[in-house]
């Protein structure tokens, strides 16, 4: 593989420097403590709306759907080049442009992808995911909420957990269980919502950061059209794992806001003898952050000749999460009390900060690491599953 | 195509049960495979058309490099065919030229010592032409015909060829964790040296060869990881236990993925520092400090984990896990161990800033 631009990737890094450089300034963003989450939200749609009418929010996808008929490398380079300019860029926009397009233009029928895809990719439509329960995490096929046919319509009655910005969502995607007579993987199906349908109501989760992005969501009597199911009835397994699949492969690529491990080199530079103790460590971590932009560069190479990602792809999270938080960790210790106090105005503190909170919900979020393990171990080195002792039971029969 | 051919080669010859065979014969070097090696061109690889050689890049010497870690060949490639002859090569001597052509014919062994340090070893001095002072455990020494030094005050540093047969040369057999490696340690009194580079050029050329050899290692260590991994995953696929396999469980599930997590992550830095070595100098230091590091994290993973997996057994001569776990302790020590090349990568990471 080759880690210089082609000339023609060349070519194109110019082109979008040239053009961020003449739109990205005006989004640049102010400090998250000078702005609310409703300004920021405002912001990063409309910064969607910019990329999307010059092509830049789906690079991959033909002309014809609002793309570039672009490459994978390509994708990257923008991502590469935007992430010099801090601009918002937020998972609500992504939830929808990385997980639940992707999986309709695979799964969808073609009213349902051309209903969704244009607004979604100019920010007029923000996702949340409507997948965890509070008794179905790592074991998500064994959710709980019923989707009851009636007519032209759903009827949804359950709860969902751990959902992402649902309170800023306009849609979600959702998998209920329609038929719990069968196993427990075969019982669901897909659809997408309306987040503003009756019966509806979201509960804002206080997180140990203090923050809210997750929510509780109540679903009491919801009704959803038929003409709003994605795939057969009975599928929605299968599809919810294209949505999975997509999610691993994104959750593991780059953000400006994550501590990076250059960081914490910098910083034991600056604790002198203090940062000793923690040097070896510190480059094992910054050996493992670059191990892993080399690995995505040979998975982008991979796709860019039309191999799909493969289970070993789940590394990425696993390794990712597991960096920062170690990282975060040994940056905060480093800095002794002086980076305890939350409101510390010093921009590199406040990253390990984040880092810190939020590489605990990191490895749980979107498979834990010892799901990731499992997989890897199972898919990759090819060694016996675990024991599931549901798997072919008839859901309504489980305890 | 190479890689094919390599180890196609080196599954039917450099087995286990010739290294064992090798190891009751007490002979230091499988003069026979290394012949062989050389038949196919590996010792001339690098080695320019001109002398003999095939006039082949890094990239190609990482494939046999890894090719070679896969097997635990107990050869003097990277020292010999690779550093060596890349030294050799960028500061042209008669004596030199004519090693190339021996080397490309599979005649001549070269130890290198001395990479590891960022300073000349303190012990040995040039003065007037000779070299005096000594050096600890040098790998392939006793089977070396010639060792390359790194010489000299710190602020006129030499690289040296120093011929082993001539006078003043005194060679000690070490007794090394790793049988299959042998190890010497040298006293030159008074000994006749070729200077190959002095001053700046000598600092050039060493630092060059010591981010080609981390490169390199780093390939071989990936290599003997991914066996160690399959070598594990092989028998816990086999072994039962409370009615199960034992790679069935959890606790041992994971382990594996972590053994394969560590050598992904390895292979990619190994893969941009190959690409480094071509095209990317100014990328190399951090590349090929990320190589070596992720590289001994990984192999140190998988040799250690290998033989705990296999149980009792594992610590027996008899099952092959000792022959990774001893050669996952040399590799992490020659060239410099972990520490100082995690200085080297802390220290590349925040010069690019």
Redesign the interface.
């Given at each position: 593989?080759?880690?210089?631009d082609t000339p023609q990737e060349a070519a194109f890094r110019a082109e979008v420097r040239d053009w961020l450089s003449s739109h990205a300034n005006a989004y640049r963003q102010p400090l998250p403590a000078d702005i609310t989450e409703a300004d920021f939200i405002a912001r990063a749609r409309s910064w969607q709306k910019v990329k999307a009418e010059a092509g830049y929010a789906a690079i991959r996808w033909p002309r014809s759907e609002g793309g570039l008929d672009g490459t994978p490398i390509e994708e990257v380079i923008f991502a590469e080049e935007e992430a010099r300019y801090h601009v918002p860029v937020g998972p609500f926009v992504t939830i929808g442009t990385h997980l639940a397009v992707p999986t309709f233009r695979v799964h969808a029928t073609t009213e349902q992808v051309a209903r969704f895809t244009r607004p979604t990719l100019y920010g007029d439509l923000l996702w949340c995911q409507l997948f965890s329960e509070p008794a179905a995490g790592s074991d998500l096929a064994g959710l709980r909420t019923r989707a009851v046919r009636d007519g032209d319509d759903w009827v949804i009655n359950g709860q969902k957990v751990w959902t992402s910005w649902a309170h800023v969502a306009d849609w979600g995607i959702l998998i209920a269980r329609t038929d719990p007579g069968v196993a427990k993987h075969k019982g669901l199906s897909y659809f997408v919502v309306d987040m503003k349908t009756p019966g509806i109501e979201v509960r804002r989760i206080r997180q140990i950061s203090g923050e809210s992005e997750f929510n509780e969501v109540f679903l009491t009597d919801v009704r959803i059209p038929d003409a709003n199911r994605i795939g057969a009835v009975g599928e929605g397994w299968k599809i919810a794992m294209t949505t999975l699949m997509n999610e691993r492969f994104s959750v593991g690529g780059e953000s400006q806001d994550e501590p990076q491990?250059?960081d914490l080199?910098?910083l034991?530079?600056r604790a002198g003898p203090a940062g000793l103790p923690y040097?070896?460590r510190?480059?094992?971590l910054?050996?493992?952050e670059?191990?892993?932009?080399?690995?995505r560069?040979?998975q982008i190479t991979a796709l860019s000749r039309g191999d799909t990602p493969g289970a070993?792809a789940a590394?990425g999270k696993?390794?990712q999460s597991n960096v920062m938080q170690e990282m975060s960790r040994i940056a905060l210790d480093v800095t002794g009390t002086a980076a305890l106090a939350c409101a510390g105005d010093d921009p590199a503190i406040s990253k390990f900060q984040h880092g810190y909170f939020w590489s605990a919900a990191l490895r749980i979020a979107g498979g834990t690491d010892?799901i990731?393990?499992?997989q890897?171990?199972?898919r990759?080195?090819?060694?016996?599953?675990?024991?599931r002792v549901d798997k072919d039971l008839p859901f309504s029969q489980l305890k | 195509m190479l890689r094919d051919n390599a180890r196609r080669f080196l599954s039917e010859t450099a087995t286990f049960e010739r290294w064992r065979r090798h190891l009751d014969s007490g002979a230091g070097l499988d003069r026979a495979l290394w012949r062989e090696v050389a038949e196919l061109g590996w010792s001339g690889a690098a080695v320019p058309e001109t002398f003999g050689g095939l006039g082949l890049g890094p990239m190609e010497l990482c494939v046999l490099a890894e090719e070679l870690g896969r097997v635990l060949a107990p050869l003097p490639f990277i020292g010999t065919a690779s550093i060596a002859v890349d030294i050799l090569s960028r500061s042209p001597t008669p004596e030199g030229n004519a090693l190339l052509e021996r080397i490309a014919t599979g005649d001549a062994v070269i130890a290198v010592a001395g990479l590891d340090a960022d300073q000349p070893a303190s012990k040995l001095v040039l003065r007037d032409g000779r070299v005096d002072g000594s050096l600890g455990a040098v790998a392939w020494l006793e089977q070396a015909d010639y060792a390359i030094v790194y010489a000299g005050e710190p602020d006129t540093p030499s690289l040296l060829l120093v011929d082993l047969a001539g006078a003043g040369v005194e060679r000690r057999t070490l007794r090394l964790i790793d049988p299959l490696l042998p190890h010497g340690s040298l006293t030159l009194t008074q000994a006749a040296t070729t200077v190959l580079a002095r001053g700046a050029q000598a600092r050039e050329l060493h630092a060059r060869a010591r981010n080609l050899g981390a490169v390199l290692t780093a390939f071989e260590q990936i290599g003997a990881a991914d066996t160690a991994?399959a070598l594990a995953?092989a028998y816990?696929?086999e072994r039962h236990a409370f009615g199960?396999?034992v790679?069935?469980y959890?606790a041992?599930?994971?382990k594996?993925?972590?053994m394969?997590?560590k050598t992904?992550?390895?292979?990619?830095?190994c893969?941009?520092g190959a690409?480094?070595l071509v095209?990317?100098p100014d990328e190399l230091d951090?590349a090929a400090?990320?190589a070596r590091?992720?590289a001994i994290?990984a192999l140190d993973y998988a040799a250690q984990e290998c033989l705990h997996l296999h149980g009792g057994i594992g610590y027996t001569w008899e099952a092959n896990c000792h022959f990774y776990y001893t050669r996952a302790r040399v590799l992490a020590s020659s060239l410099g161990n972990?520490?100082l090349?995690?200085?080297r990568?802390?220290h590349a990471?925040?010069a690019?800033?």
């Open positions: 593989m080759d880690f210089n491990a250059a080199a910098a034991l530079q040097r070896l510190a480059a094992q910054l050996a493992q670059q191990g892993l932009k080399y690995f560069c040979r070993i590394m696993l390794v010892e990731l393990r499992n890897i171990a199972e990759v080195l090819g060694l016996p599953g675990d024991i | 991994c995953v816990v696929k199960r396999p790679g069935a959890q041992v599930k994971h594996l993925a972590d394969a997590v992904e992550l390895a292979r990619s830095n893969y941009f690409w480094a095209d990317g951090l400090a990320a590091v992720s994290d972990a520490a090349w995690g200085e990568l802390l990471a925040t690019q800033r």
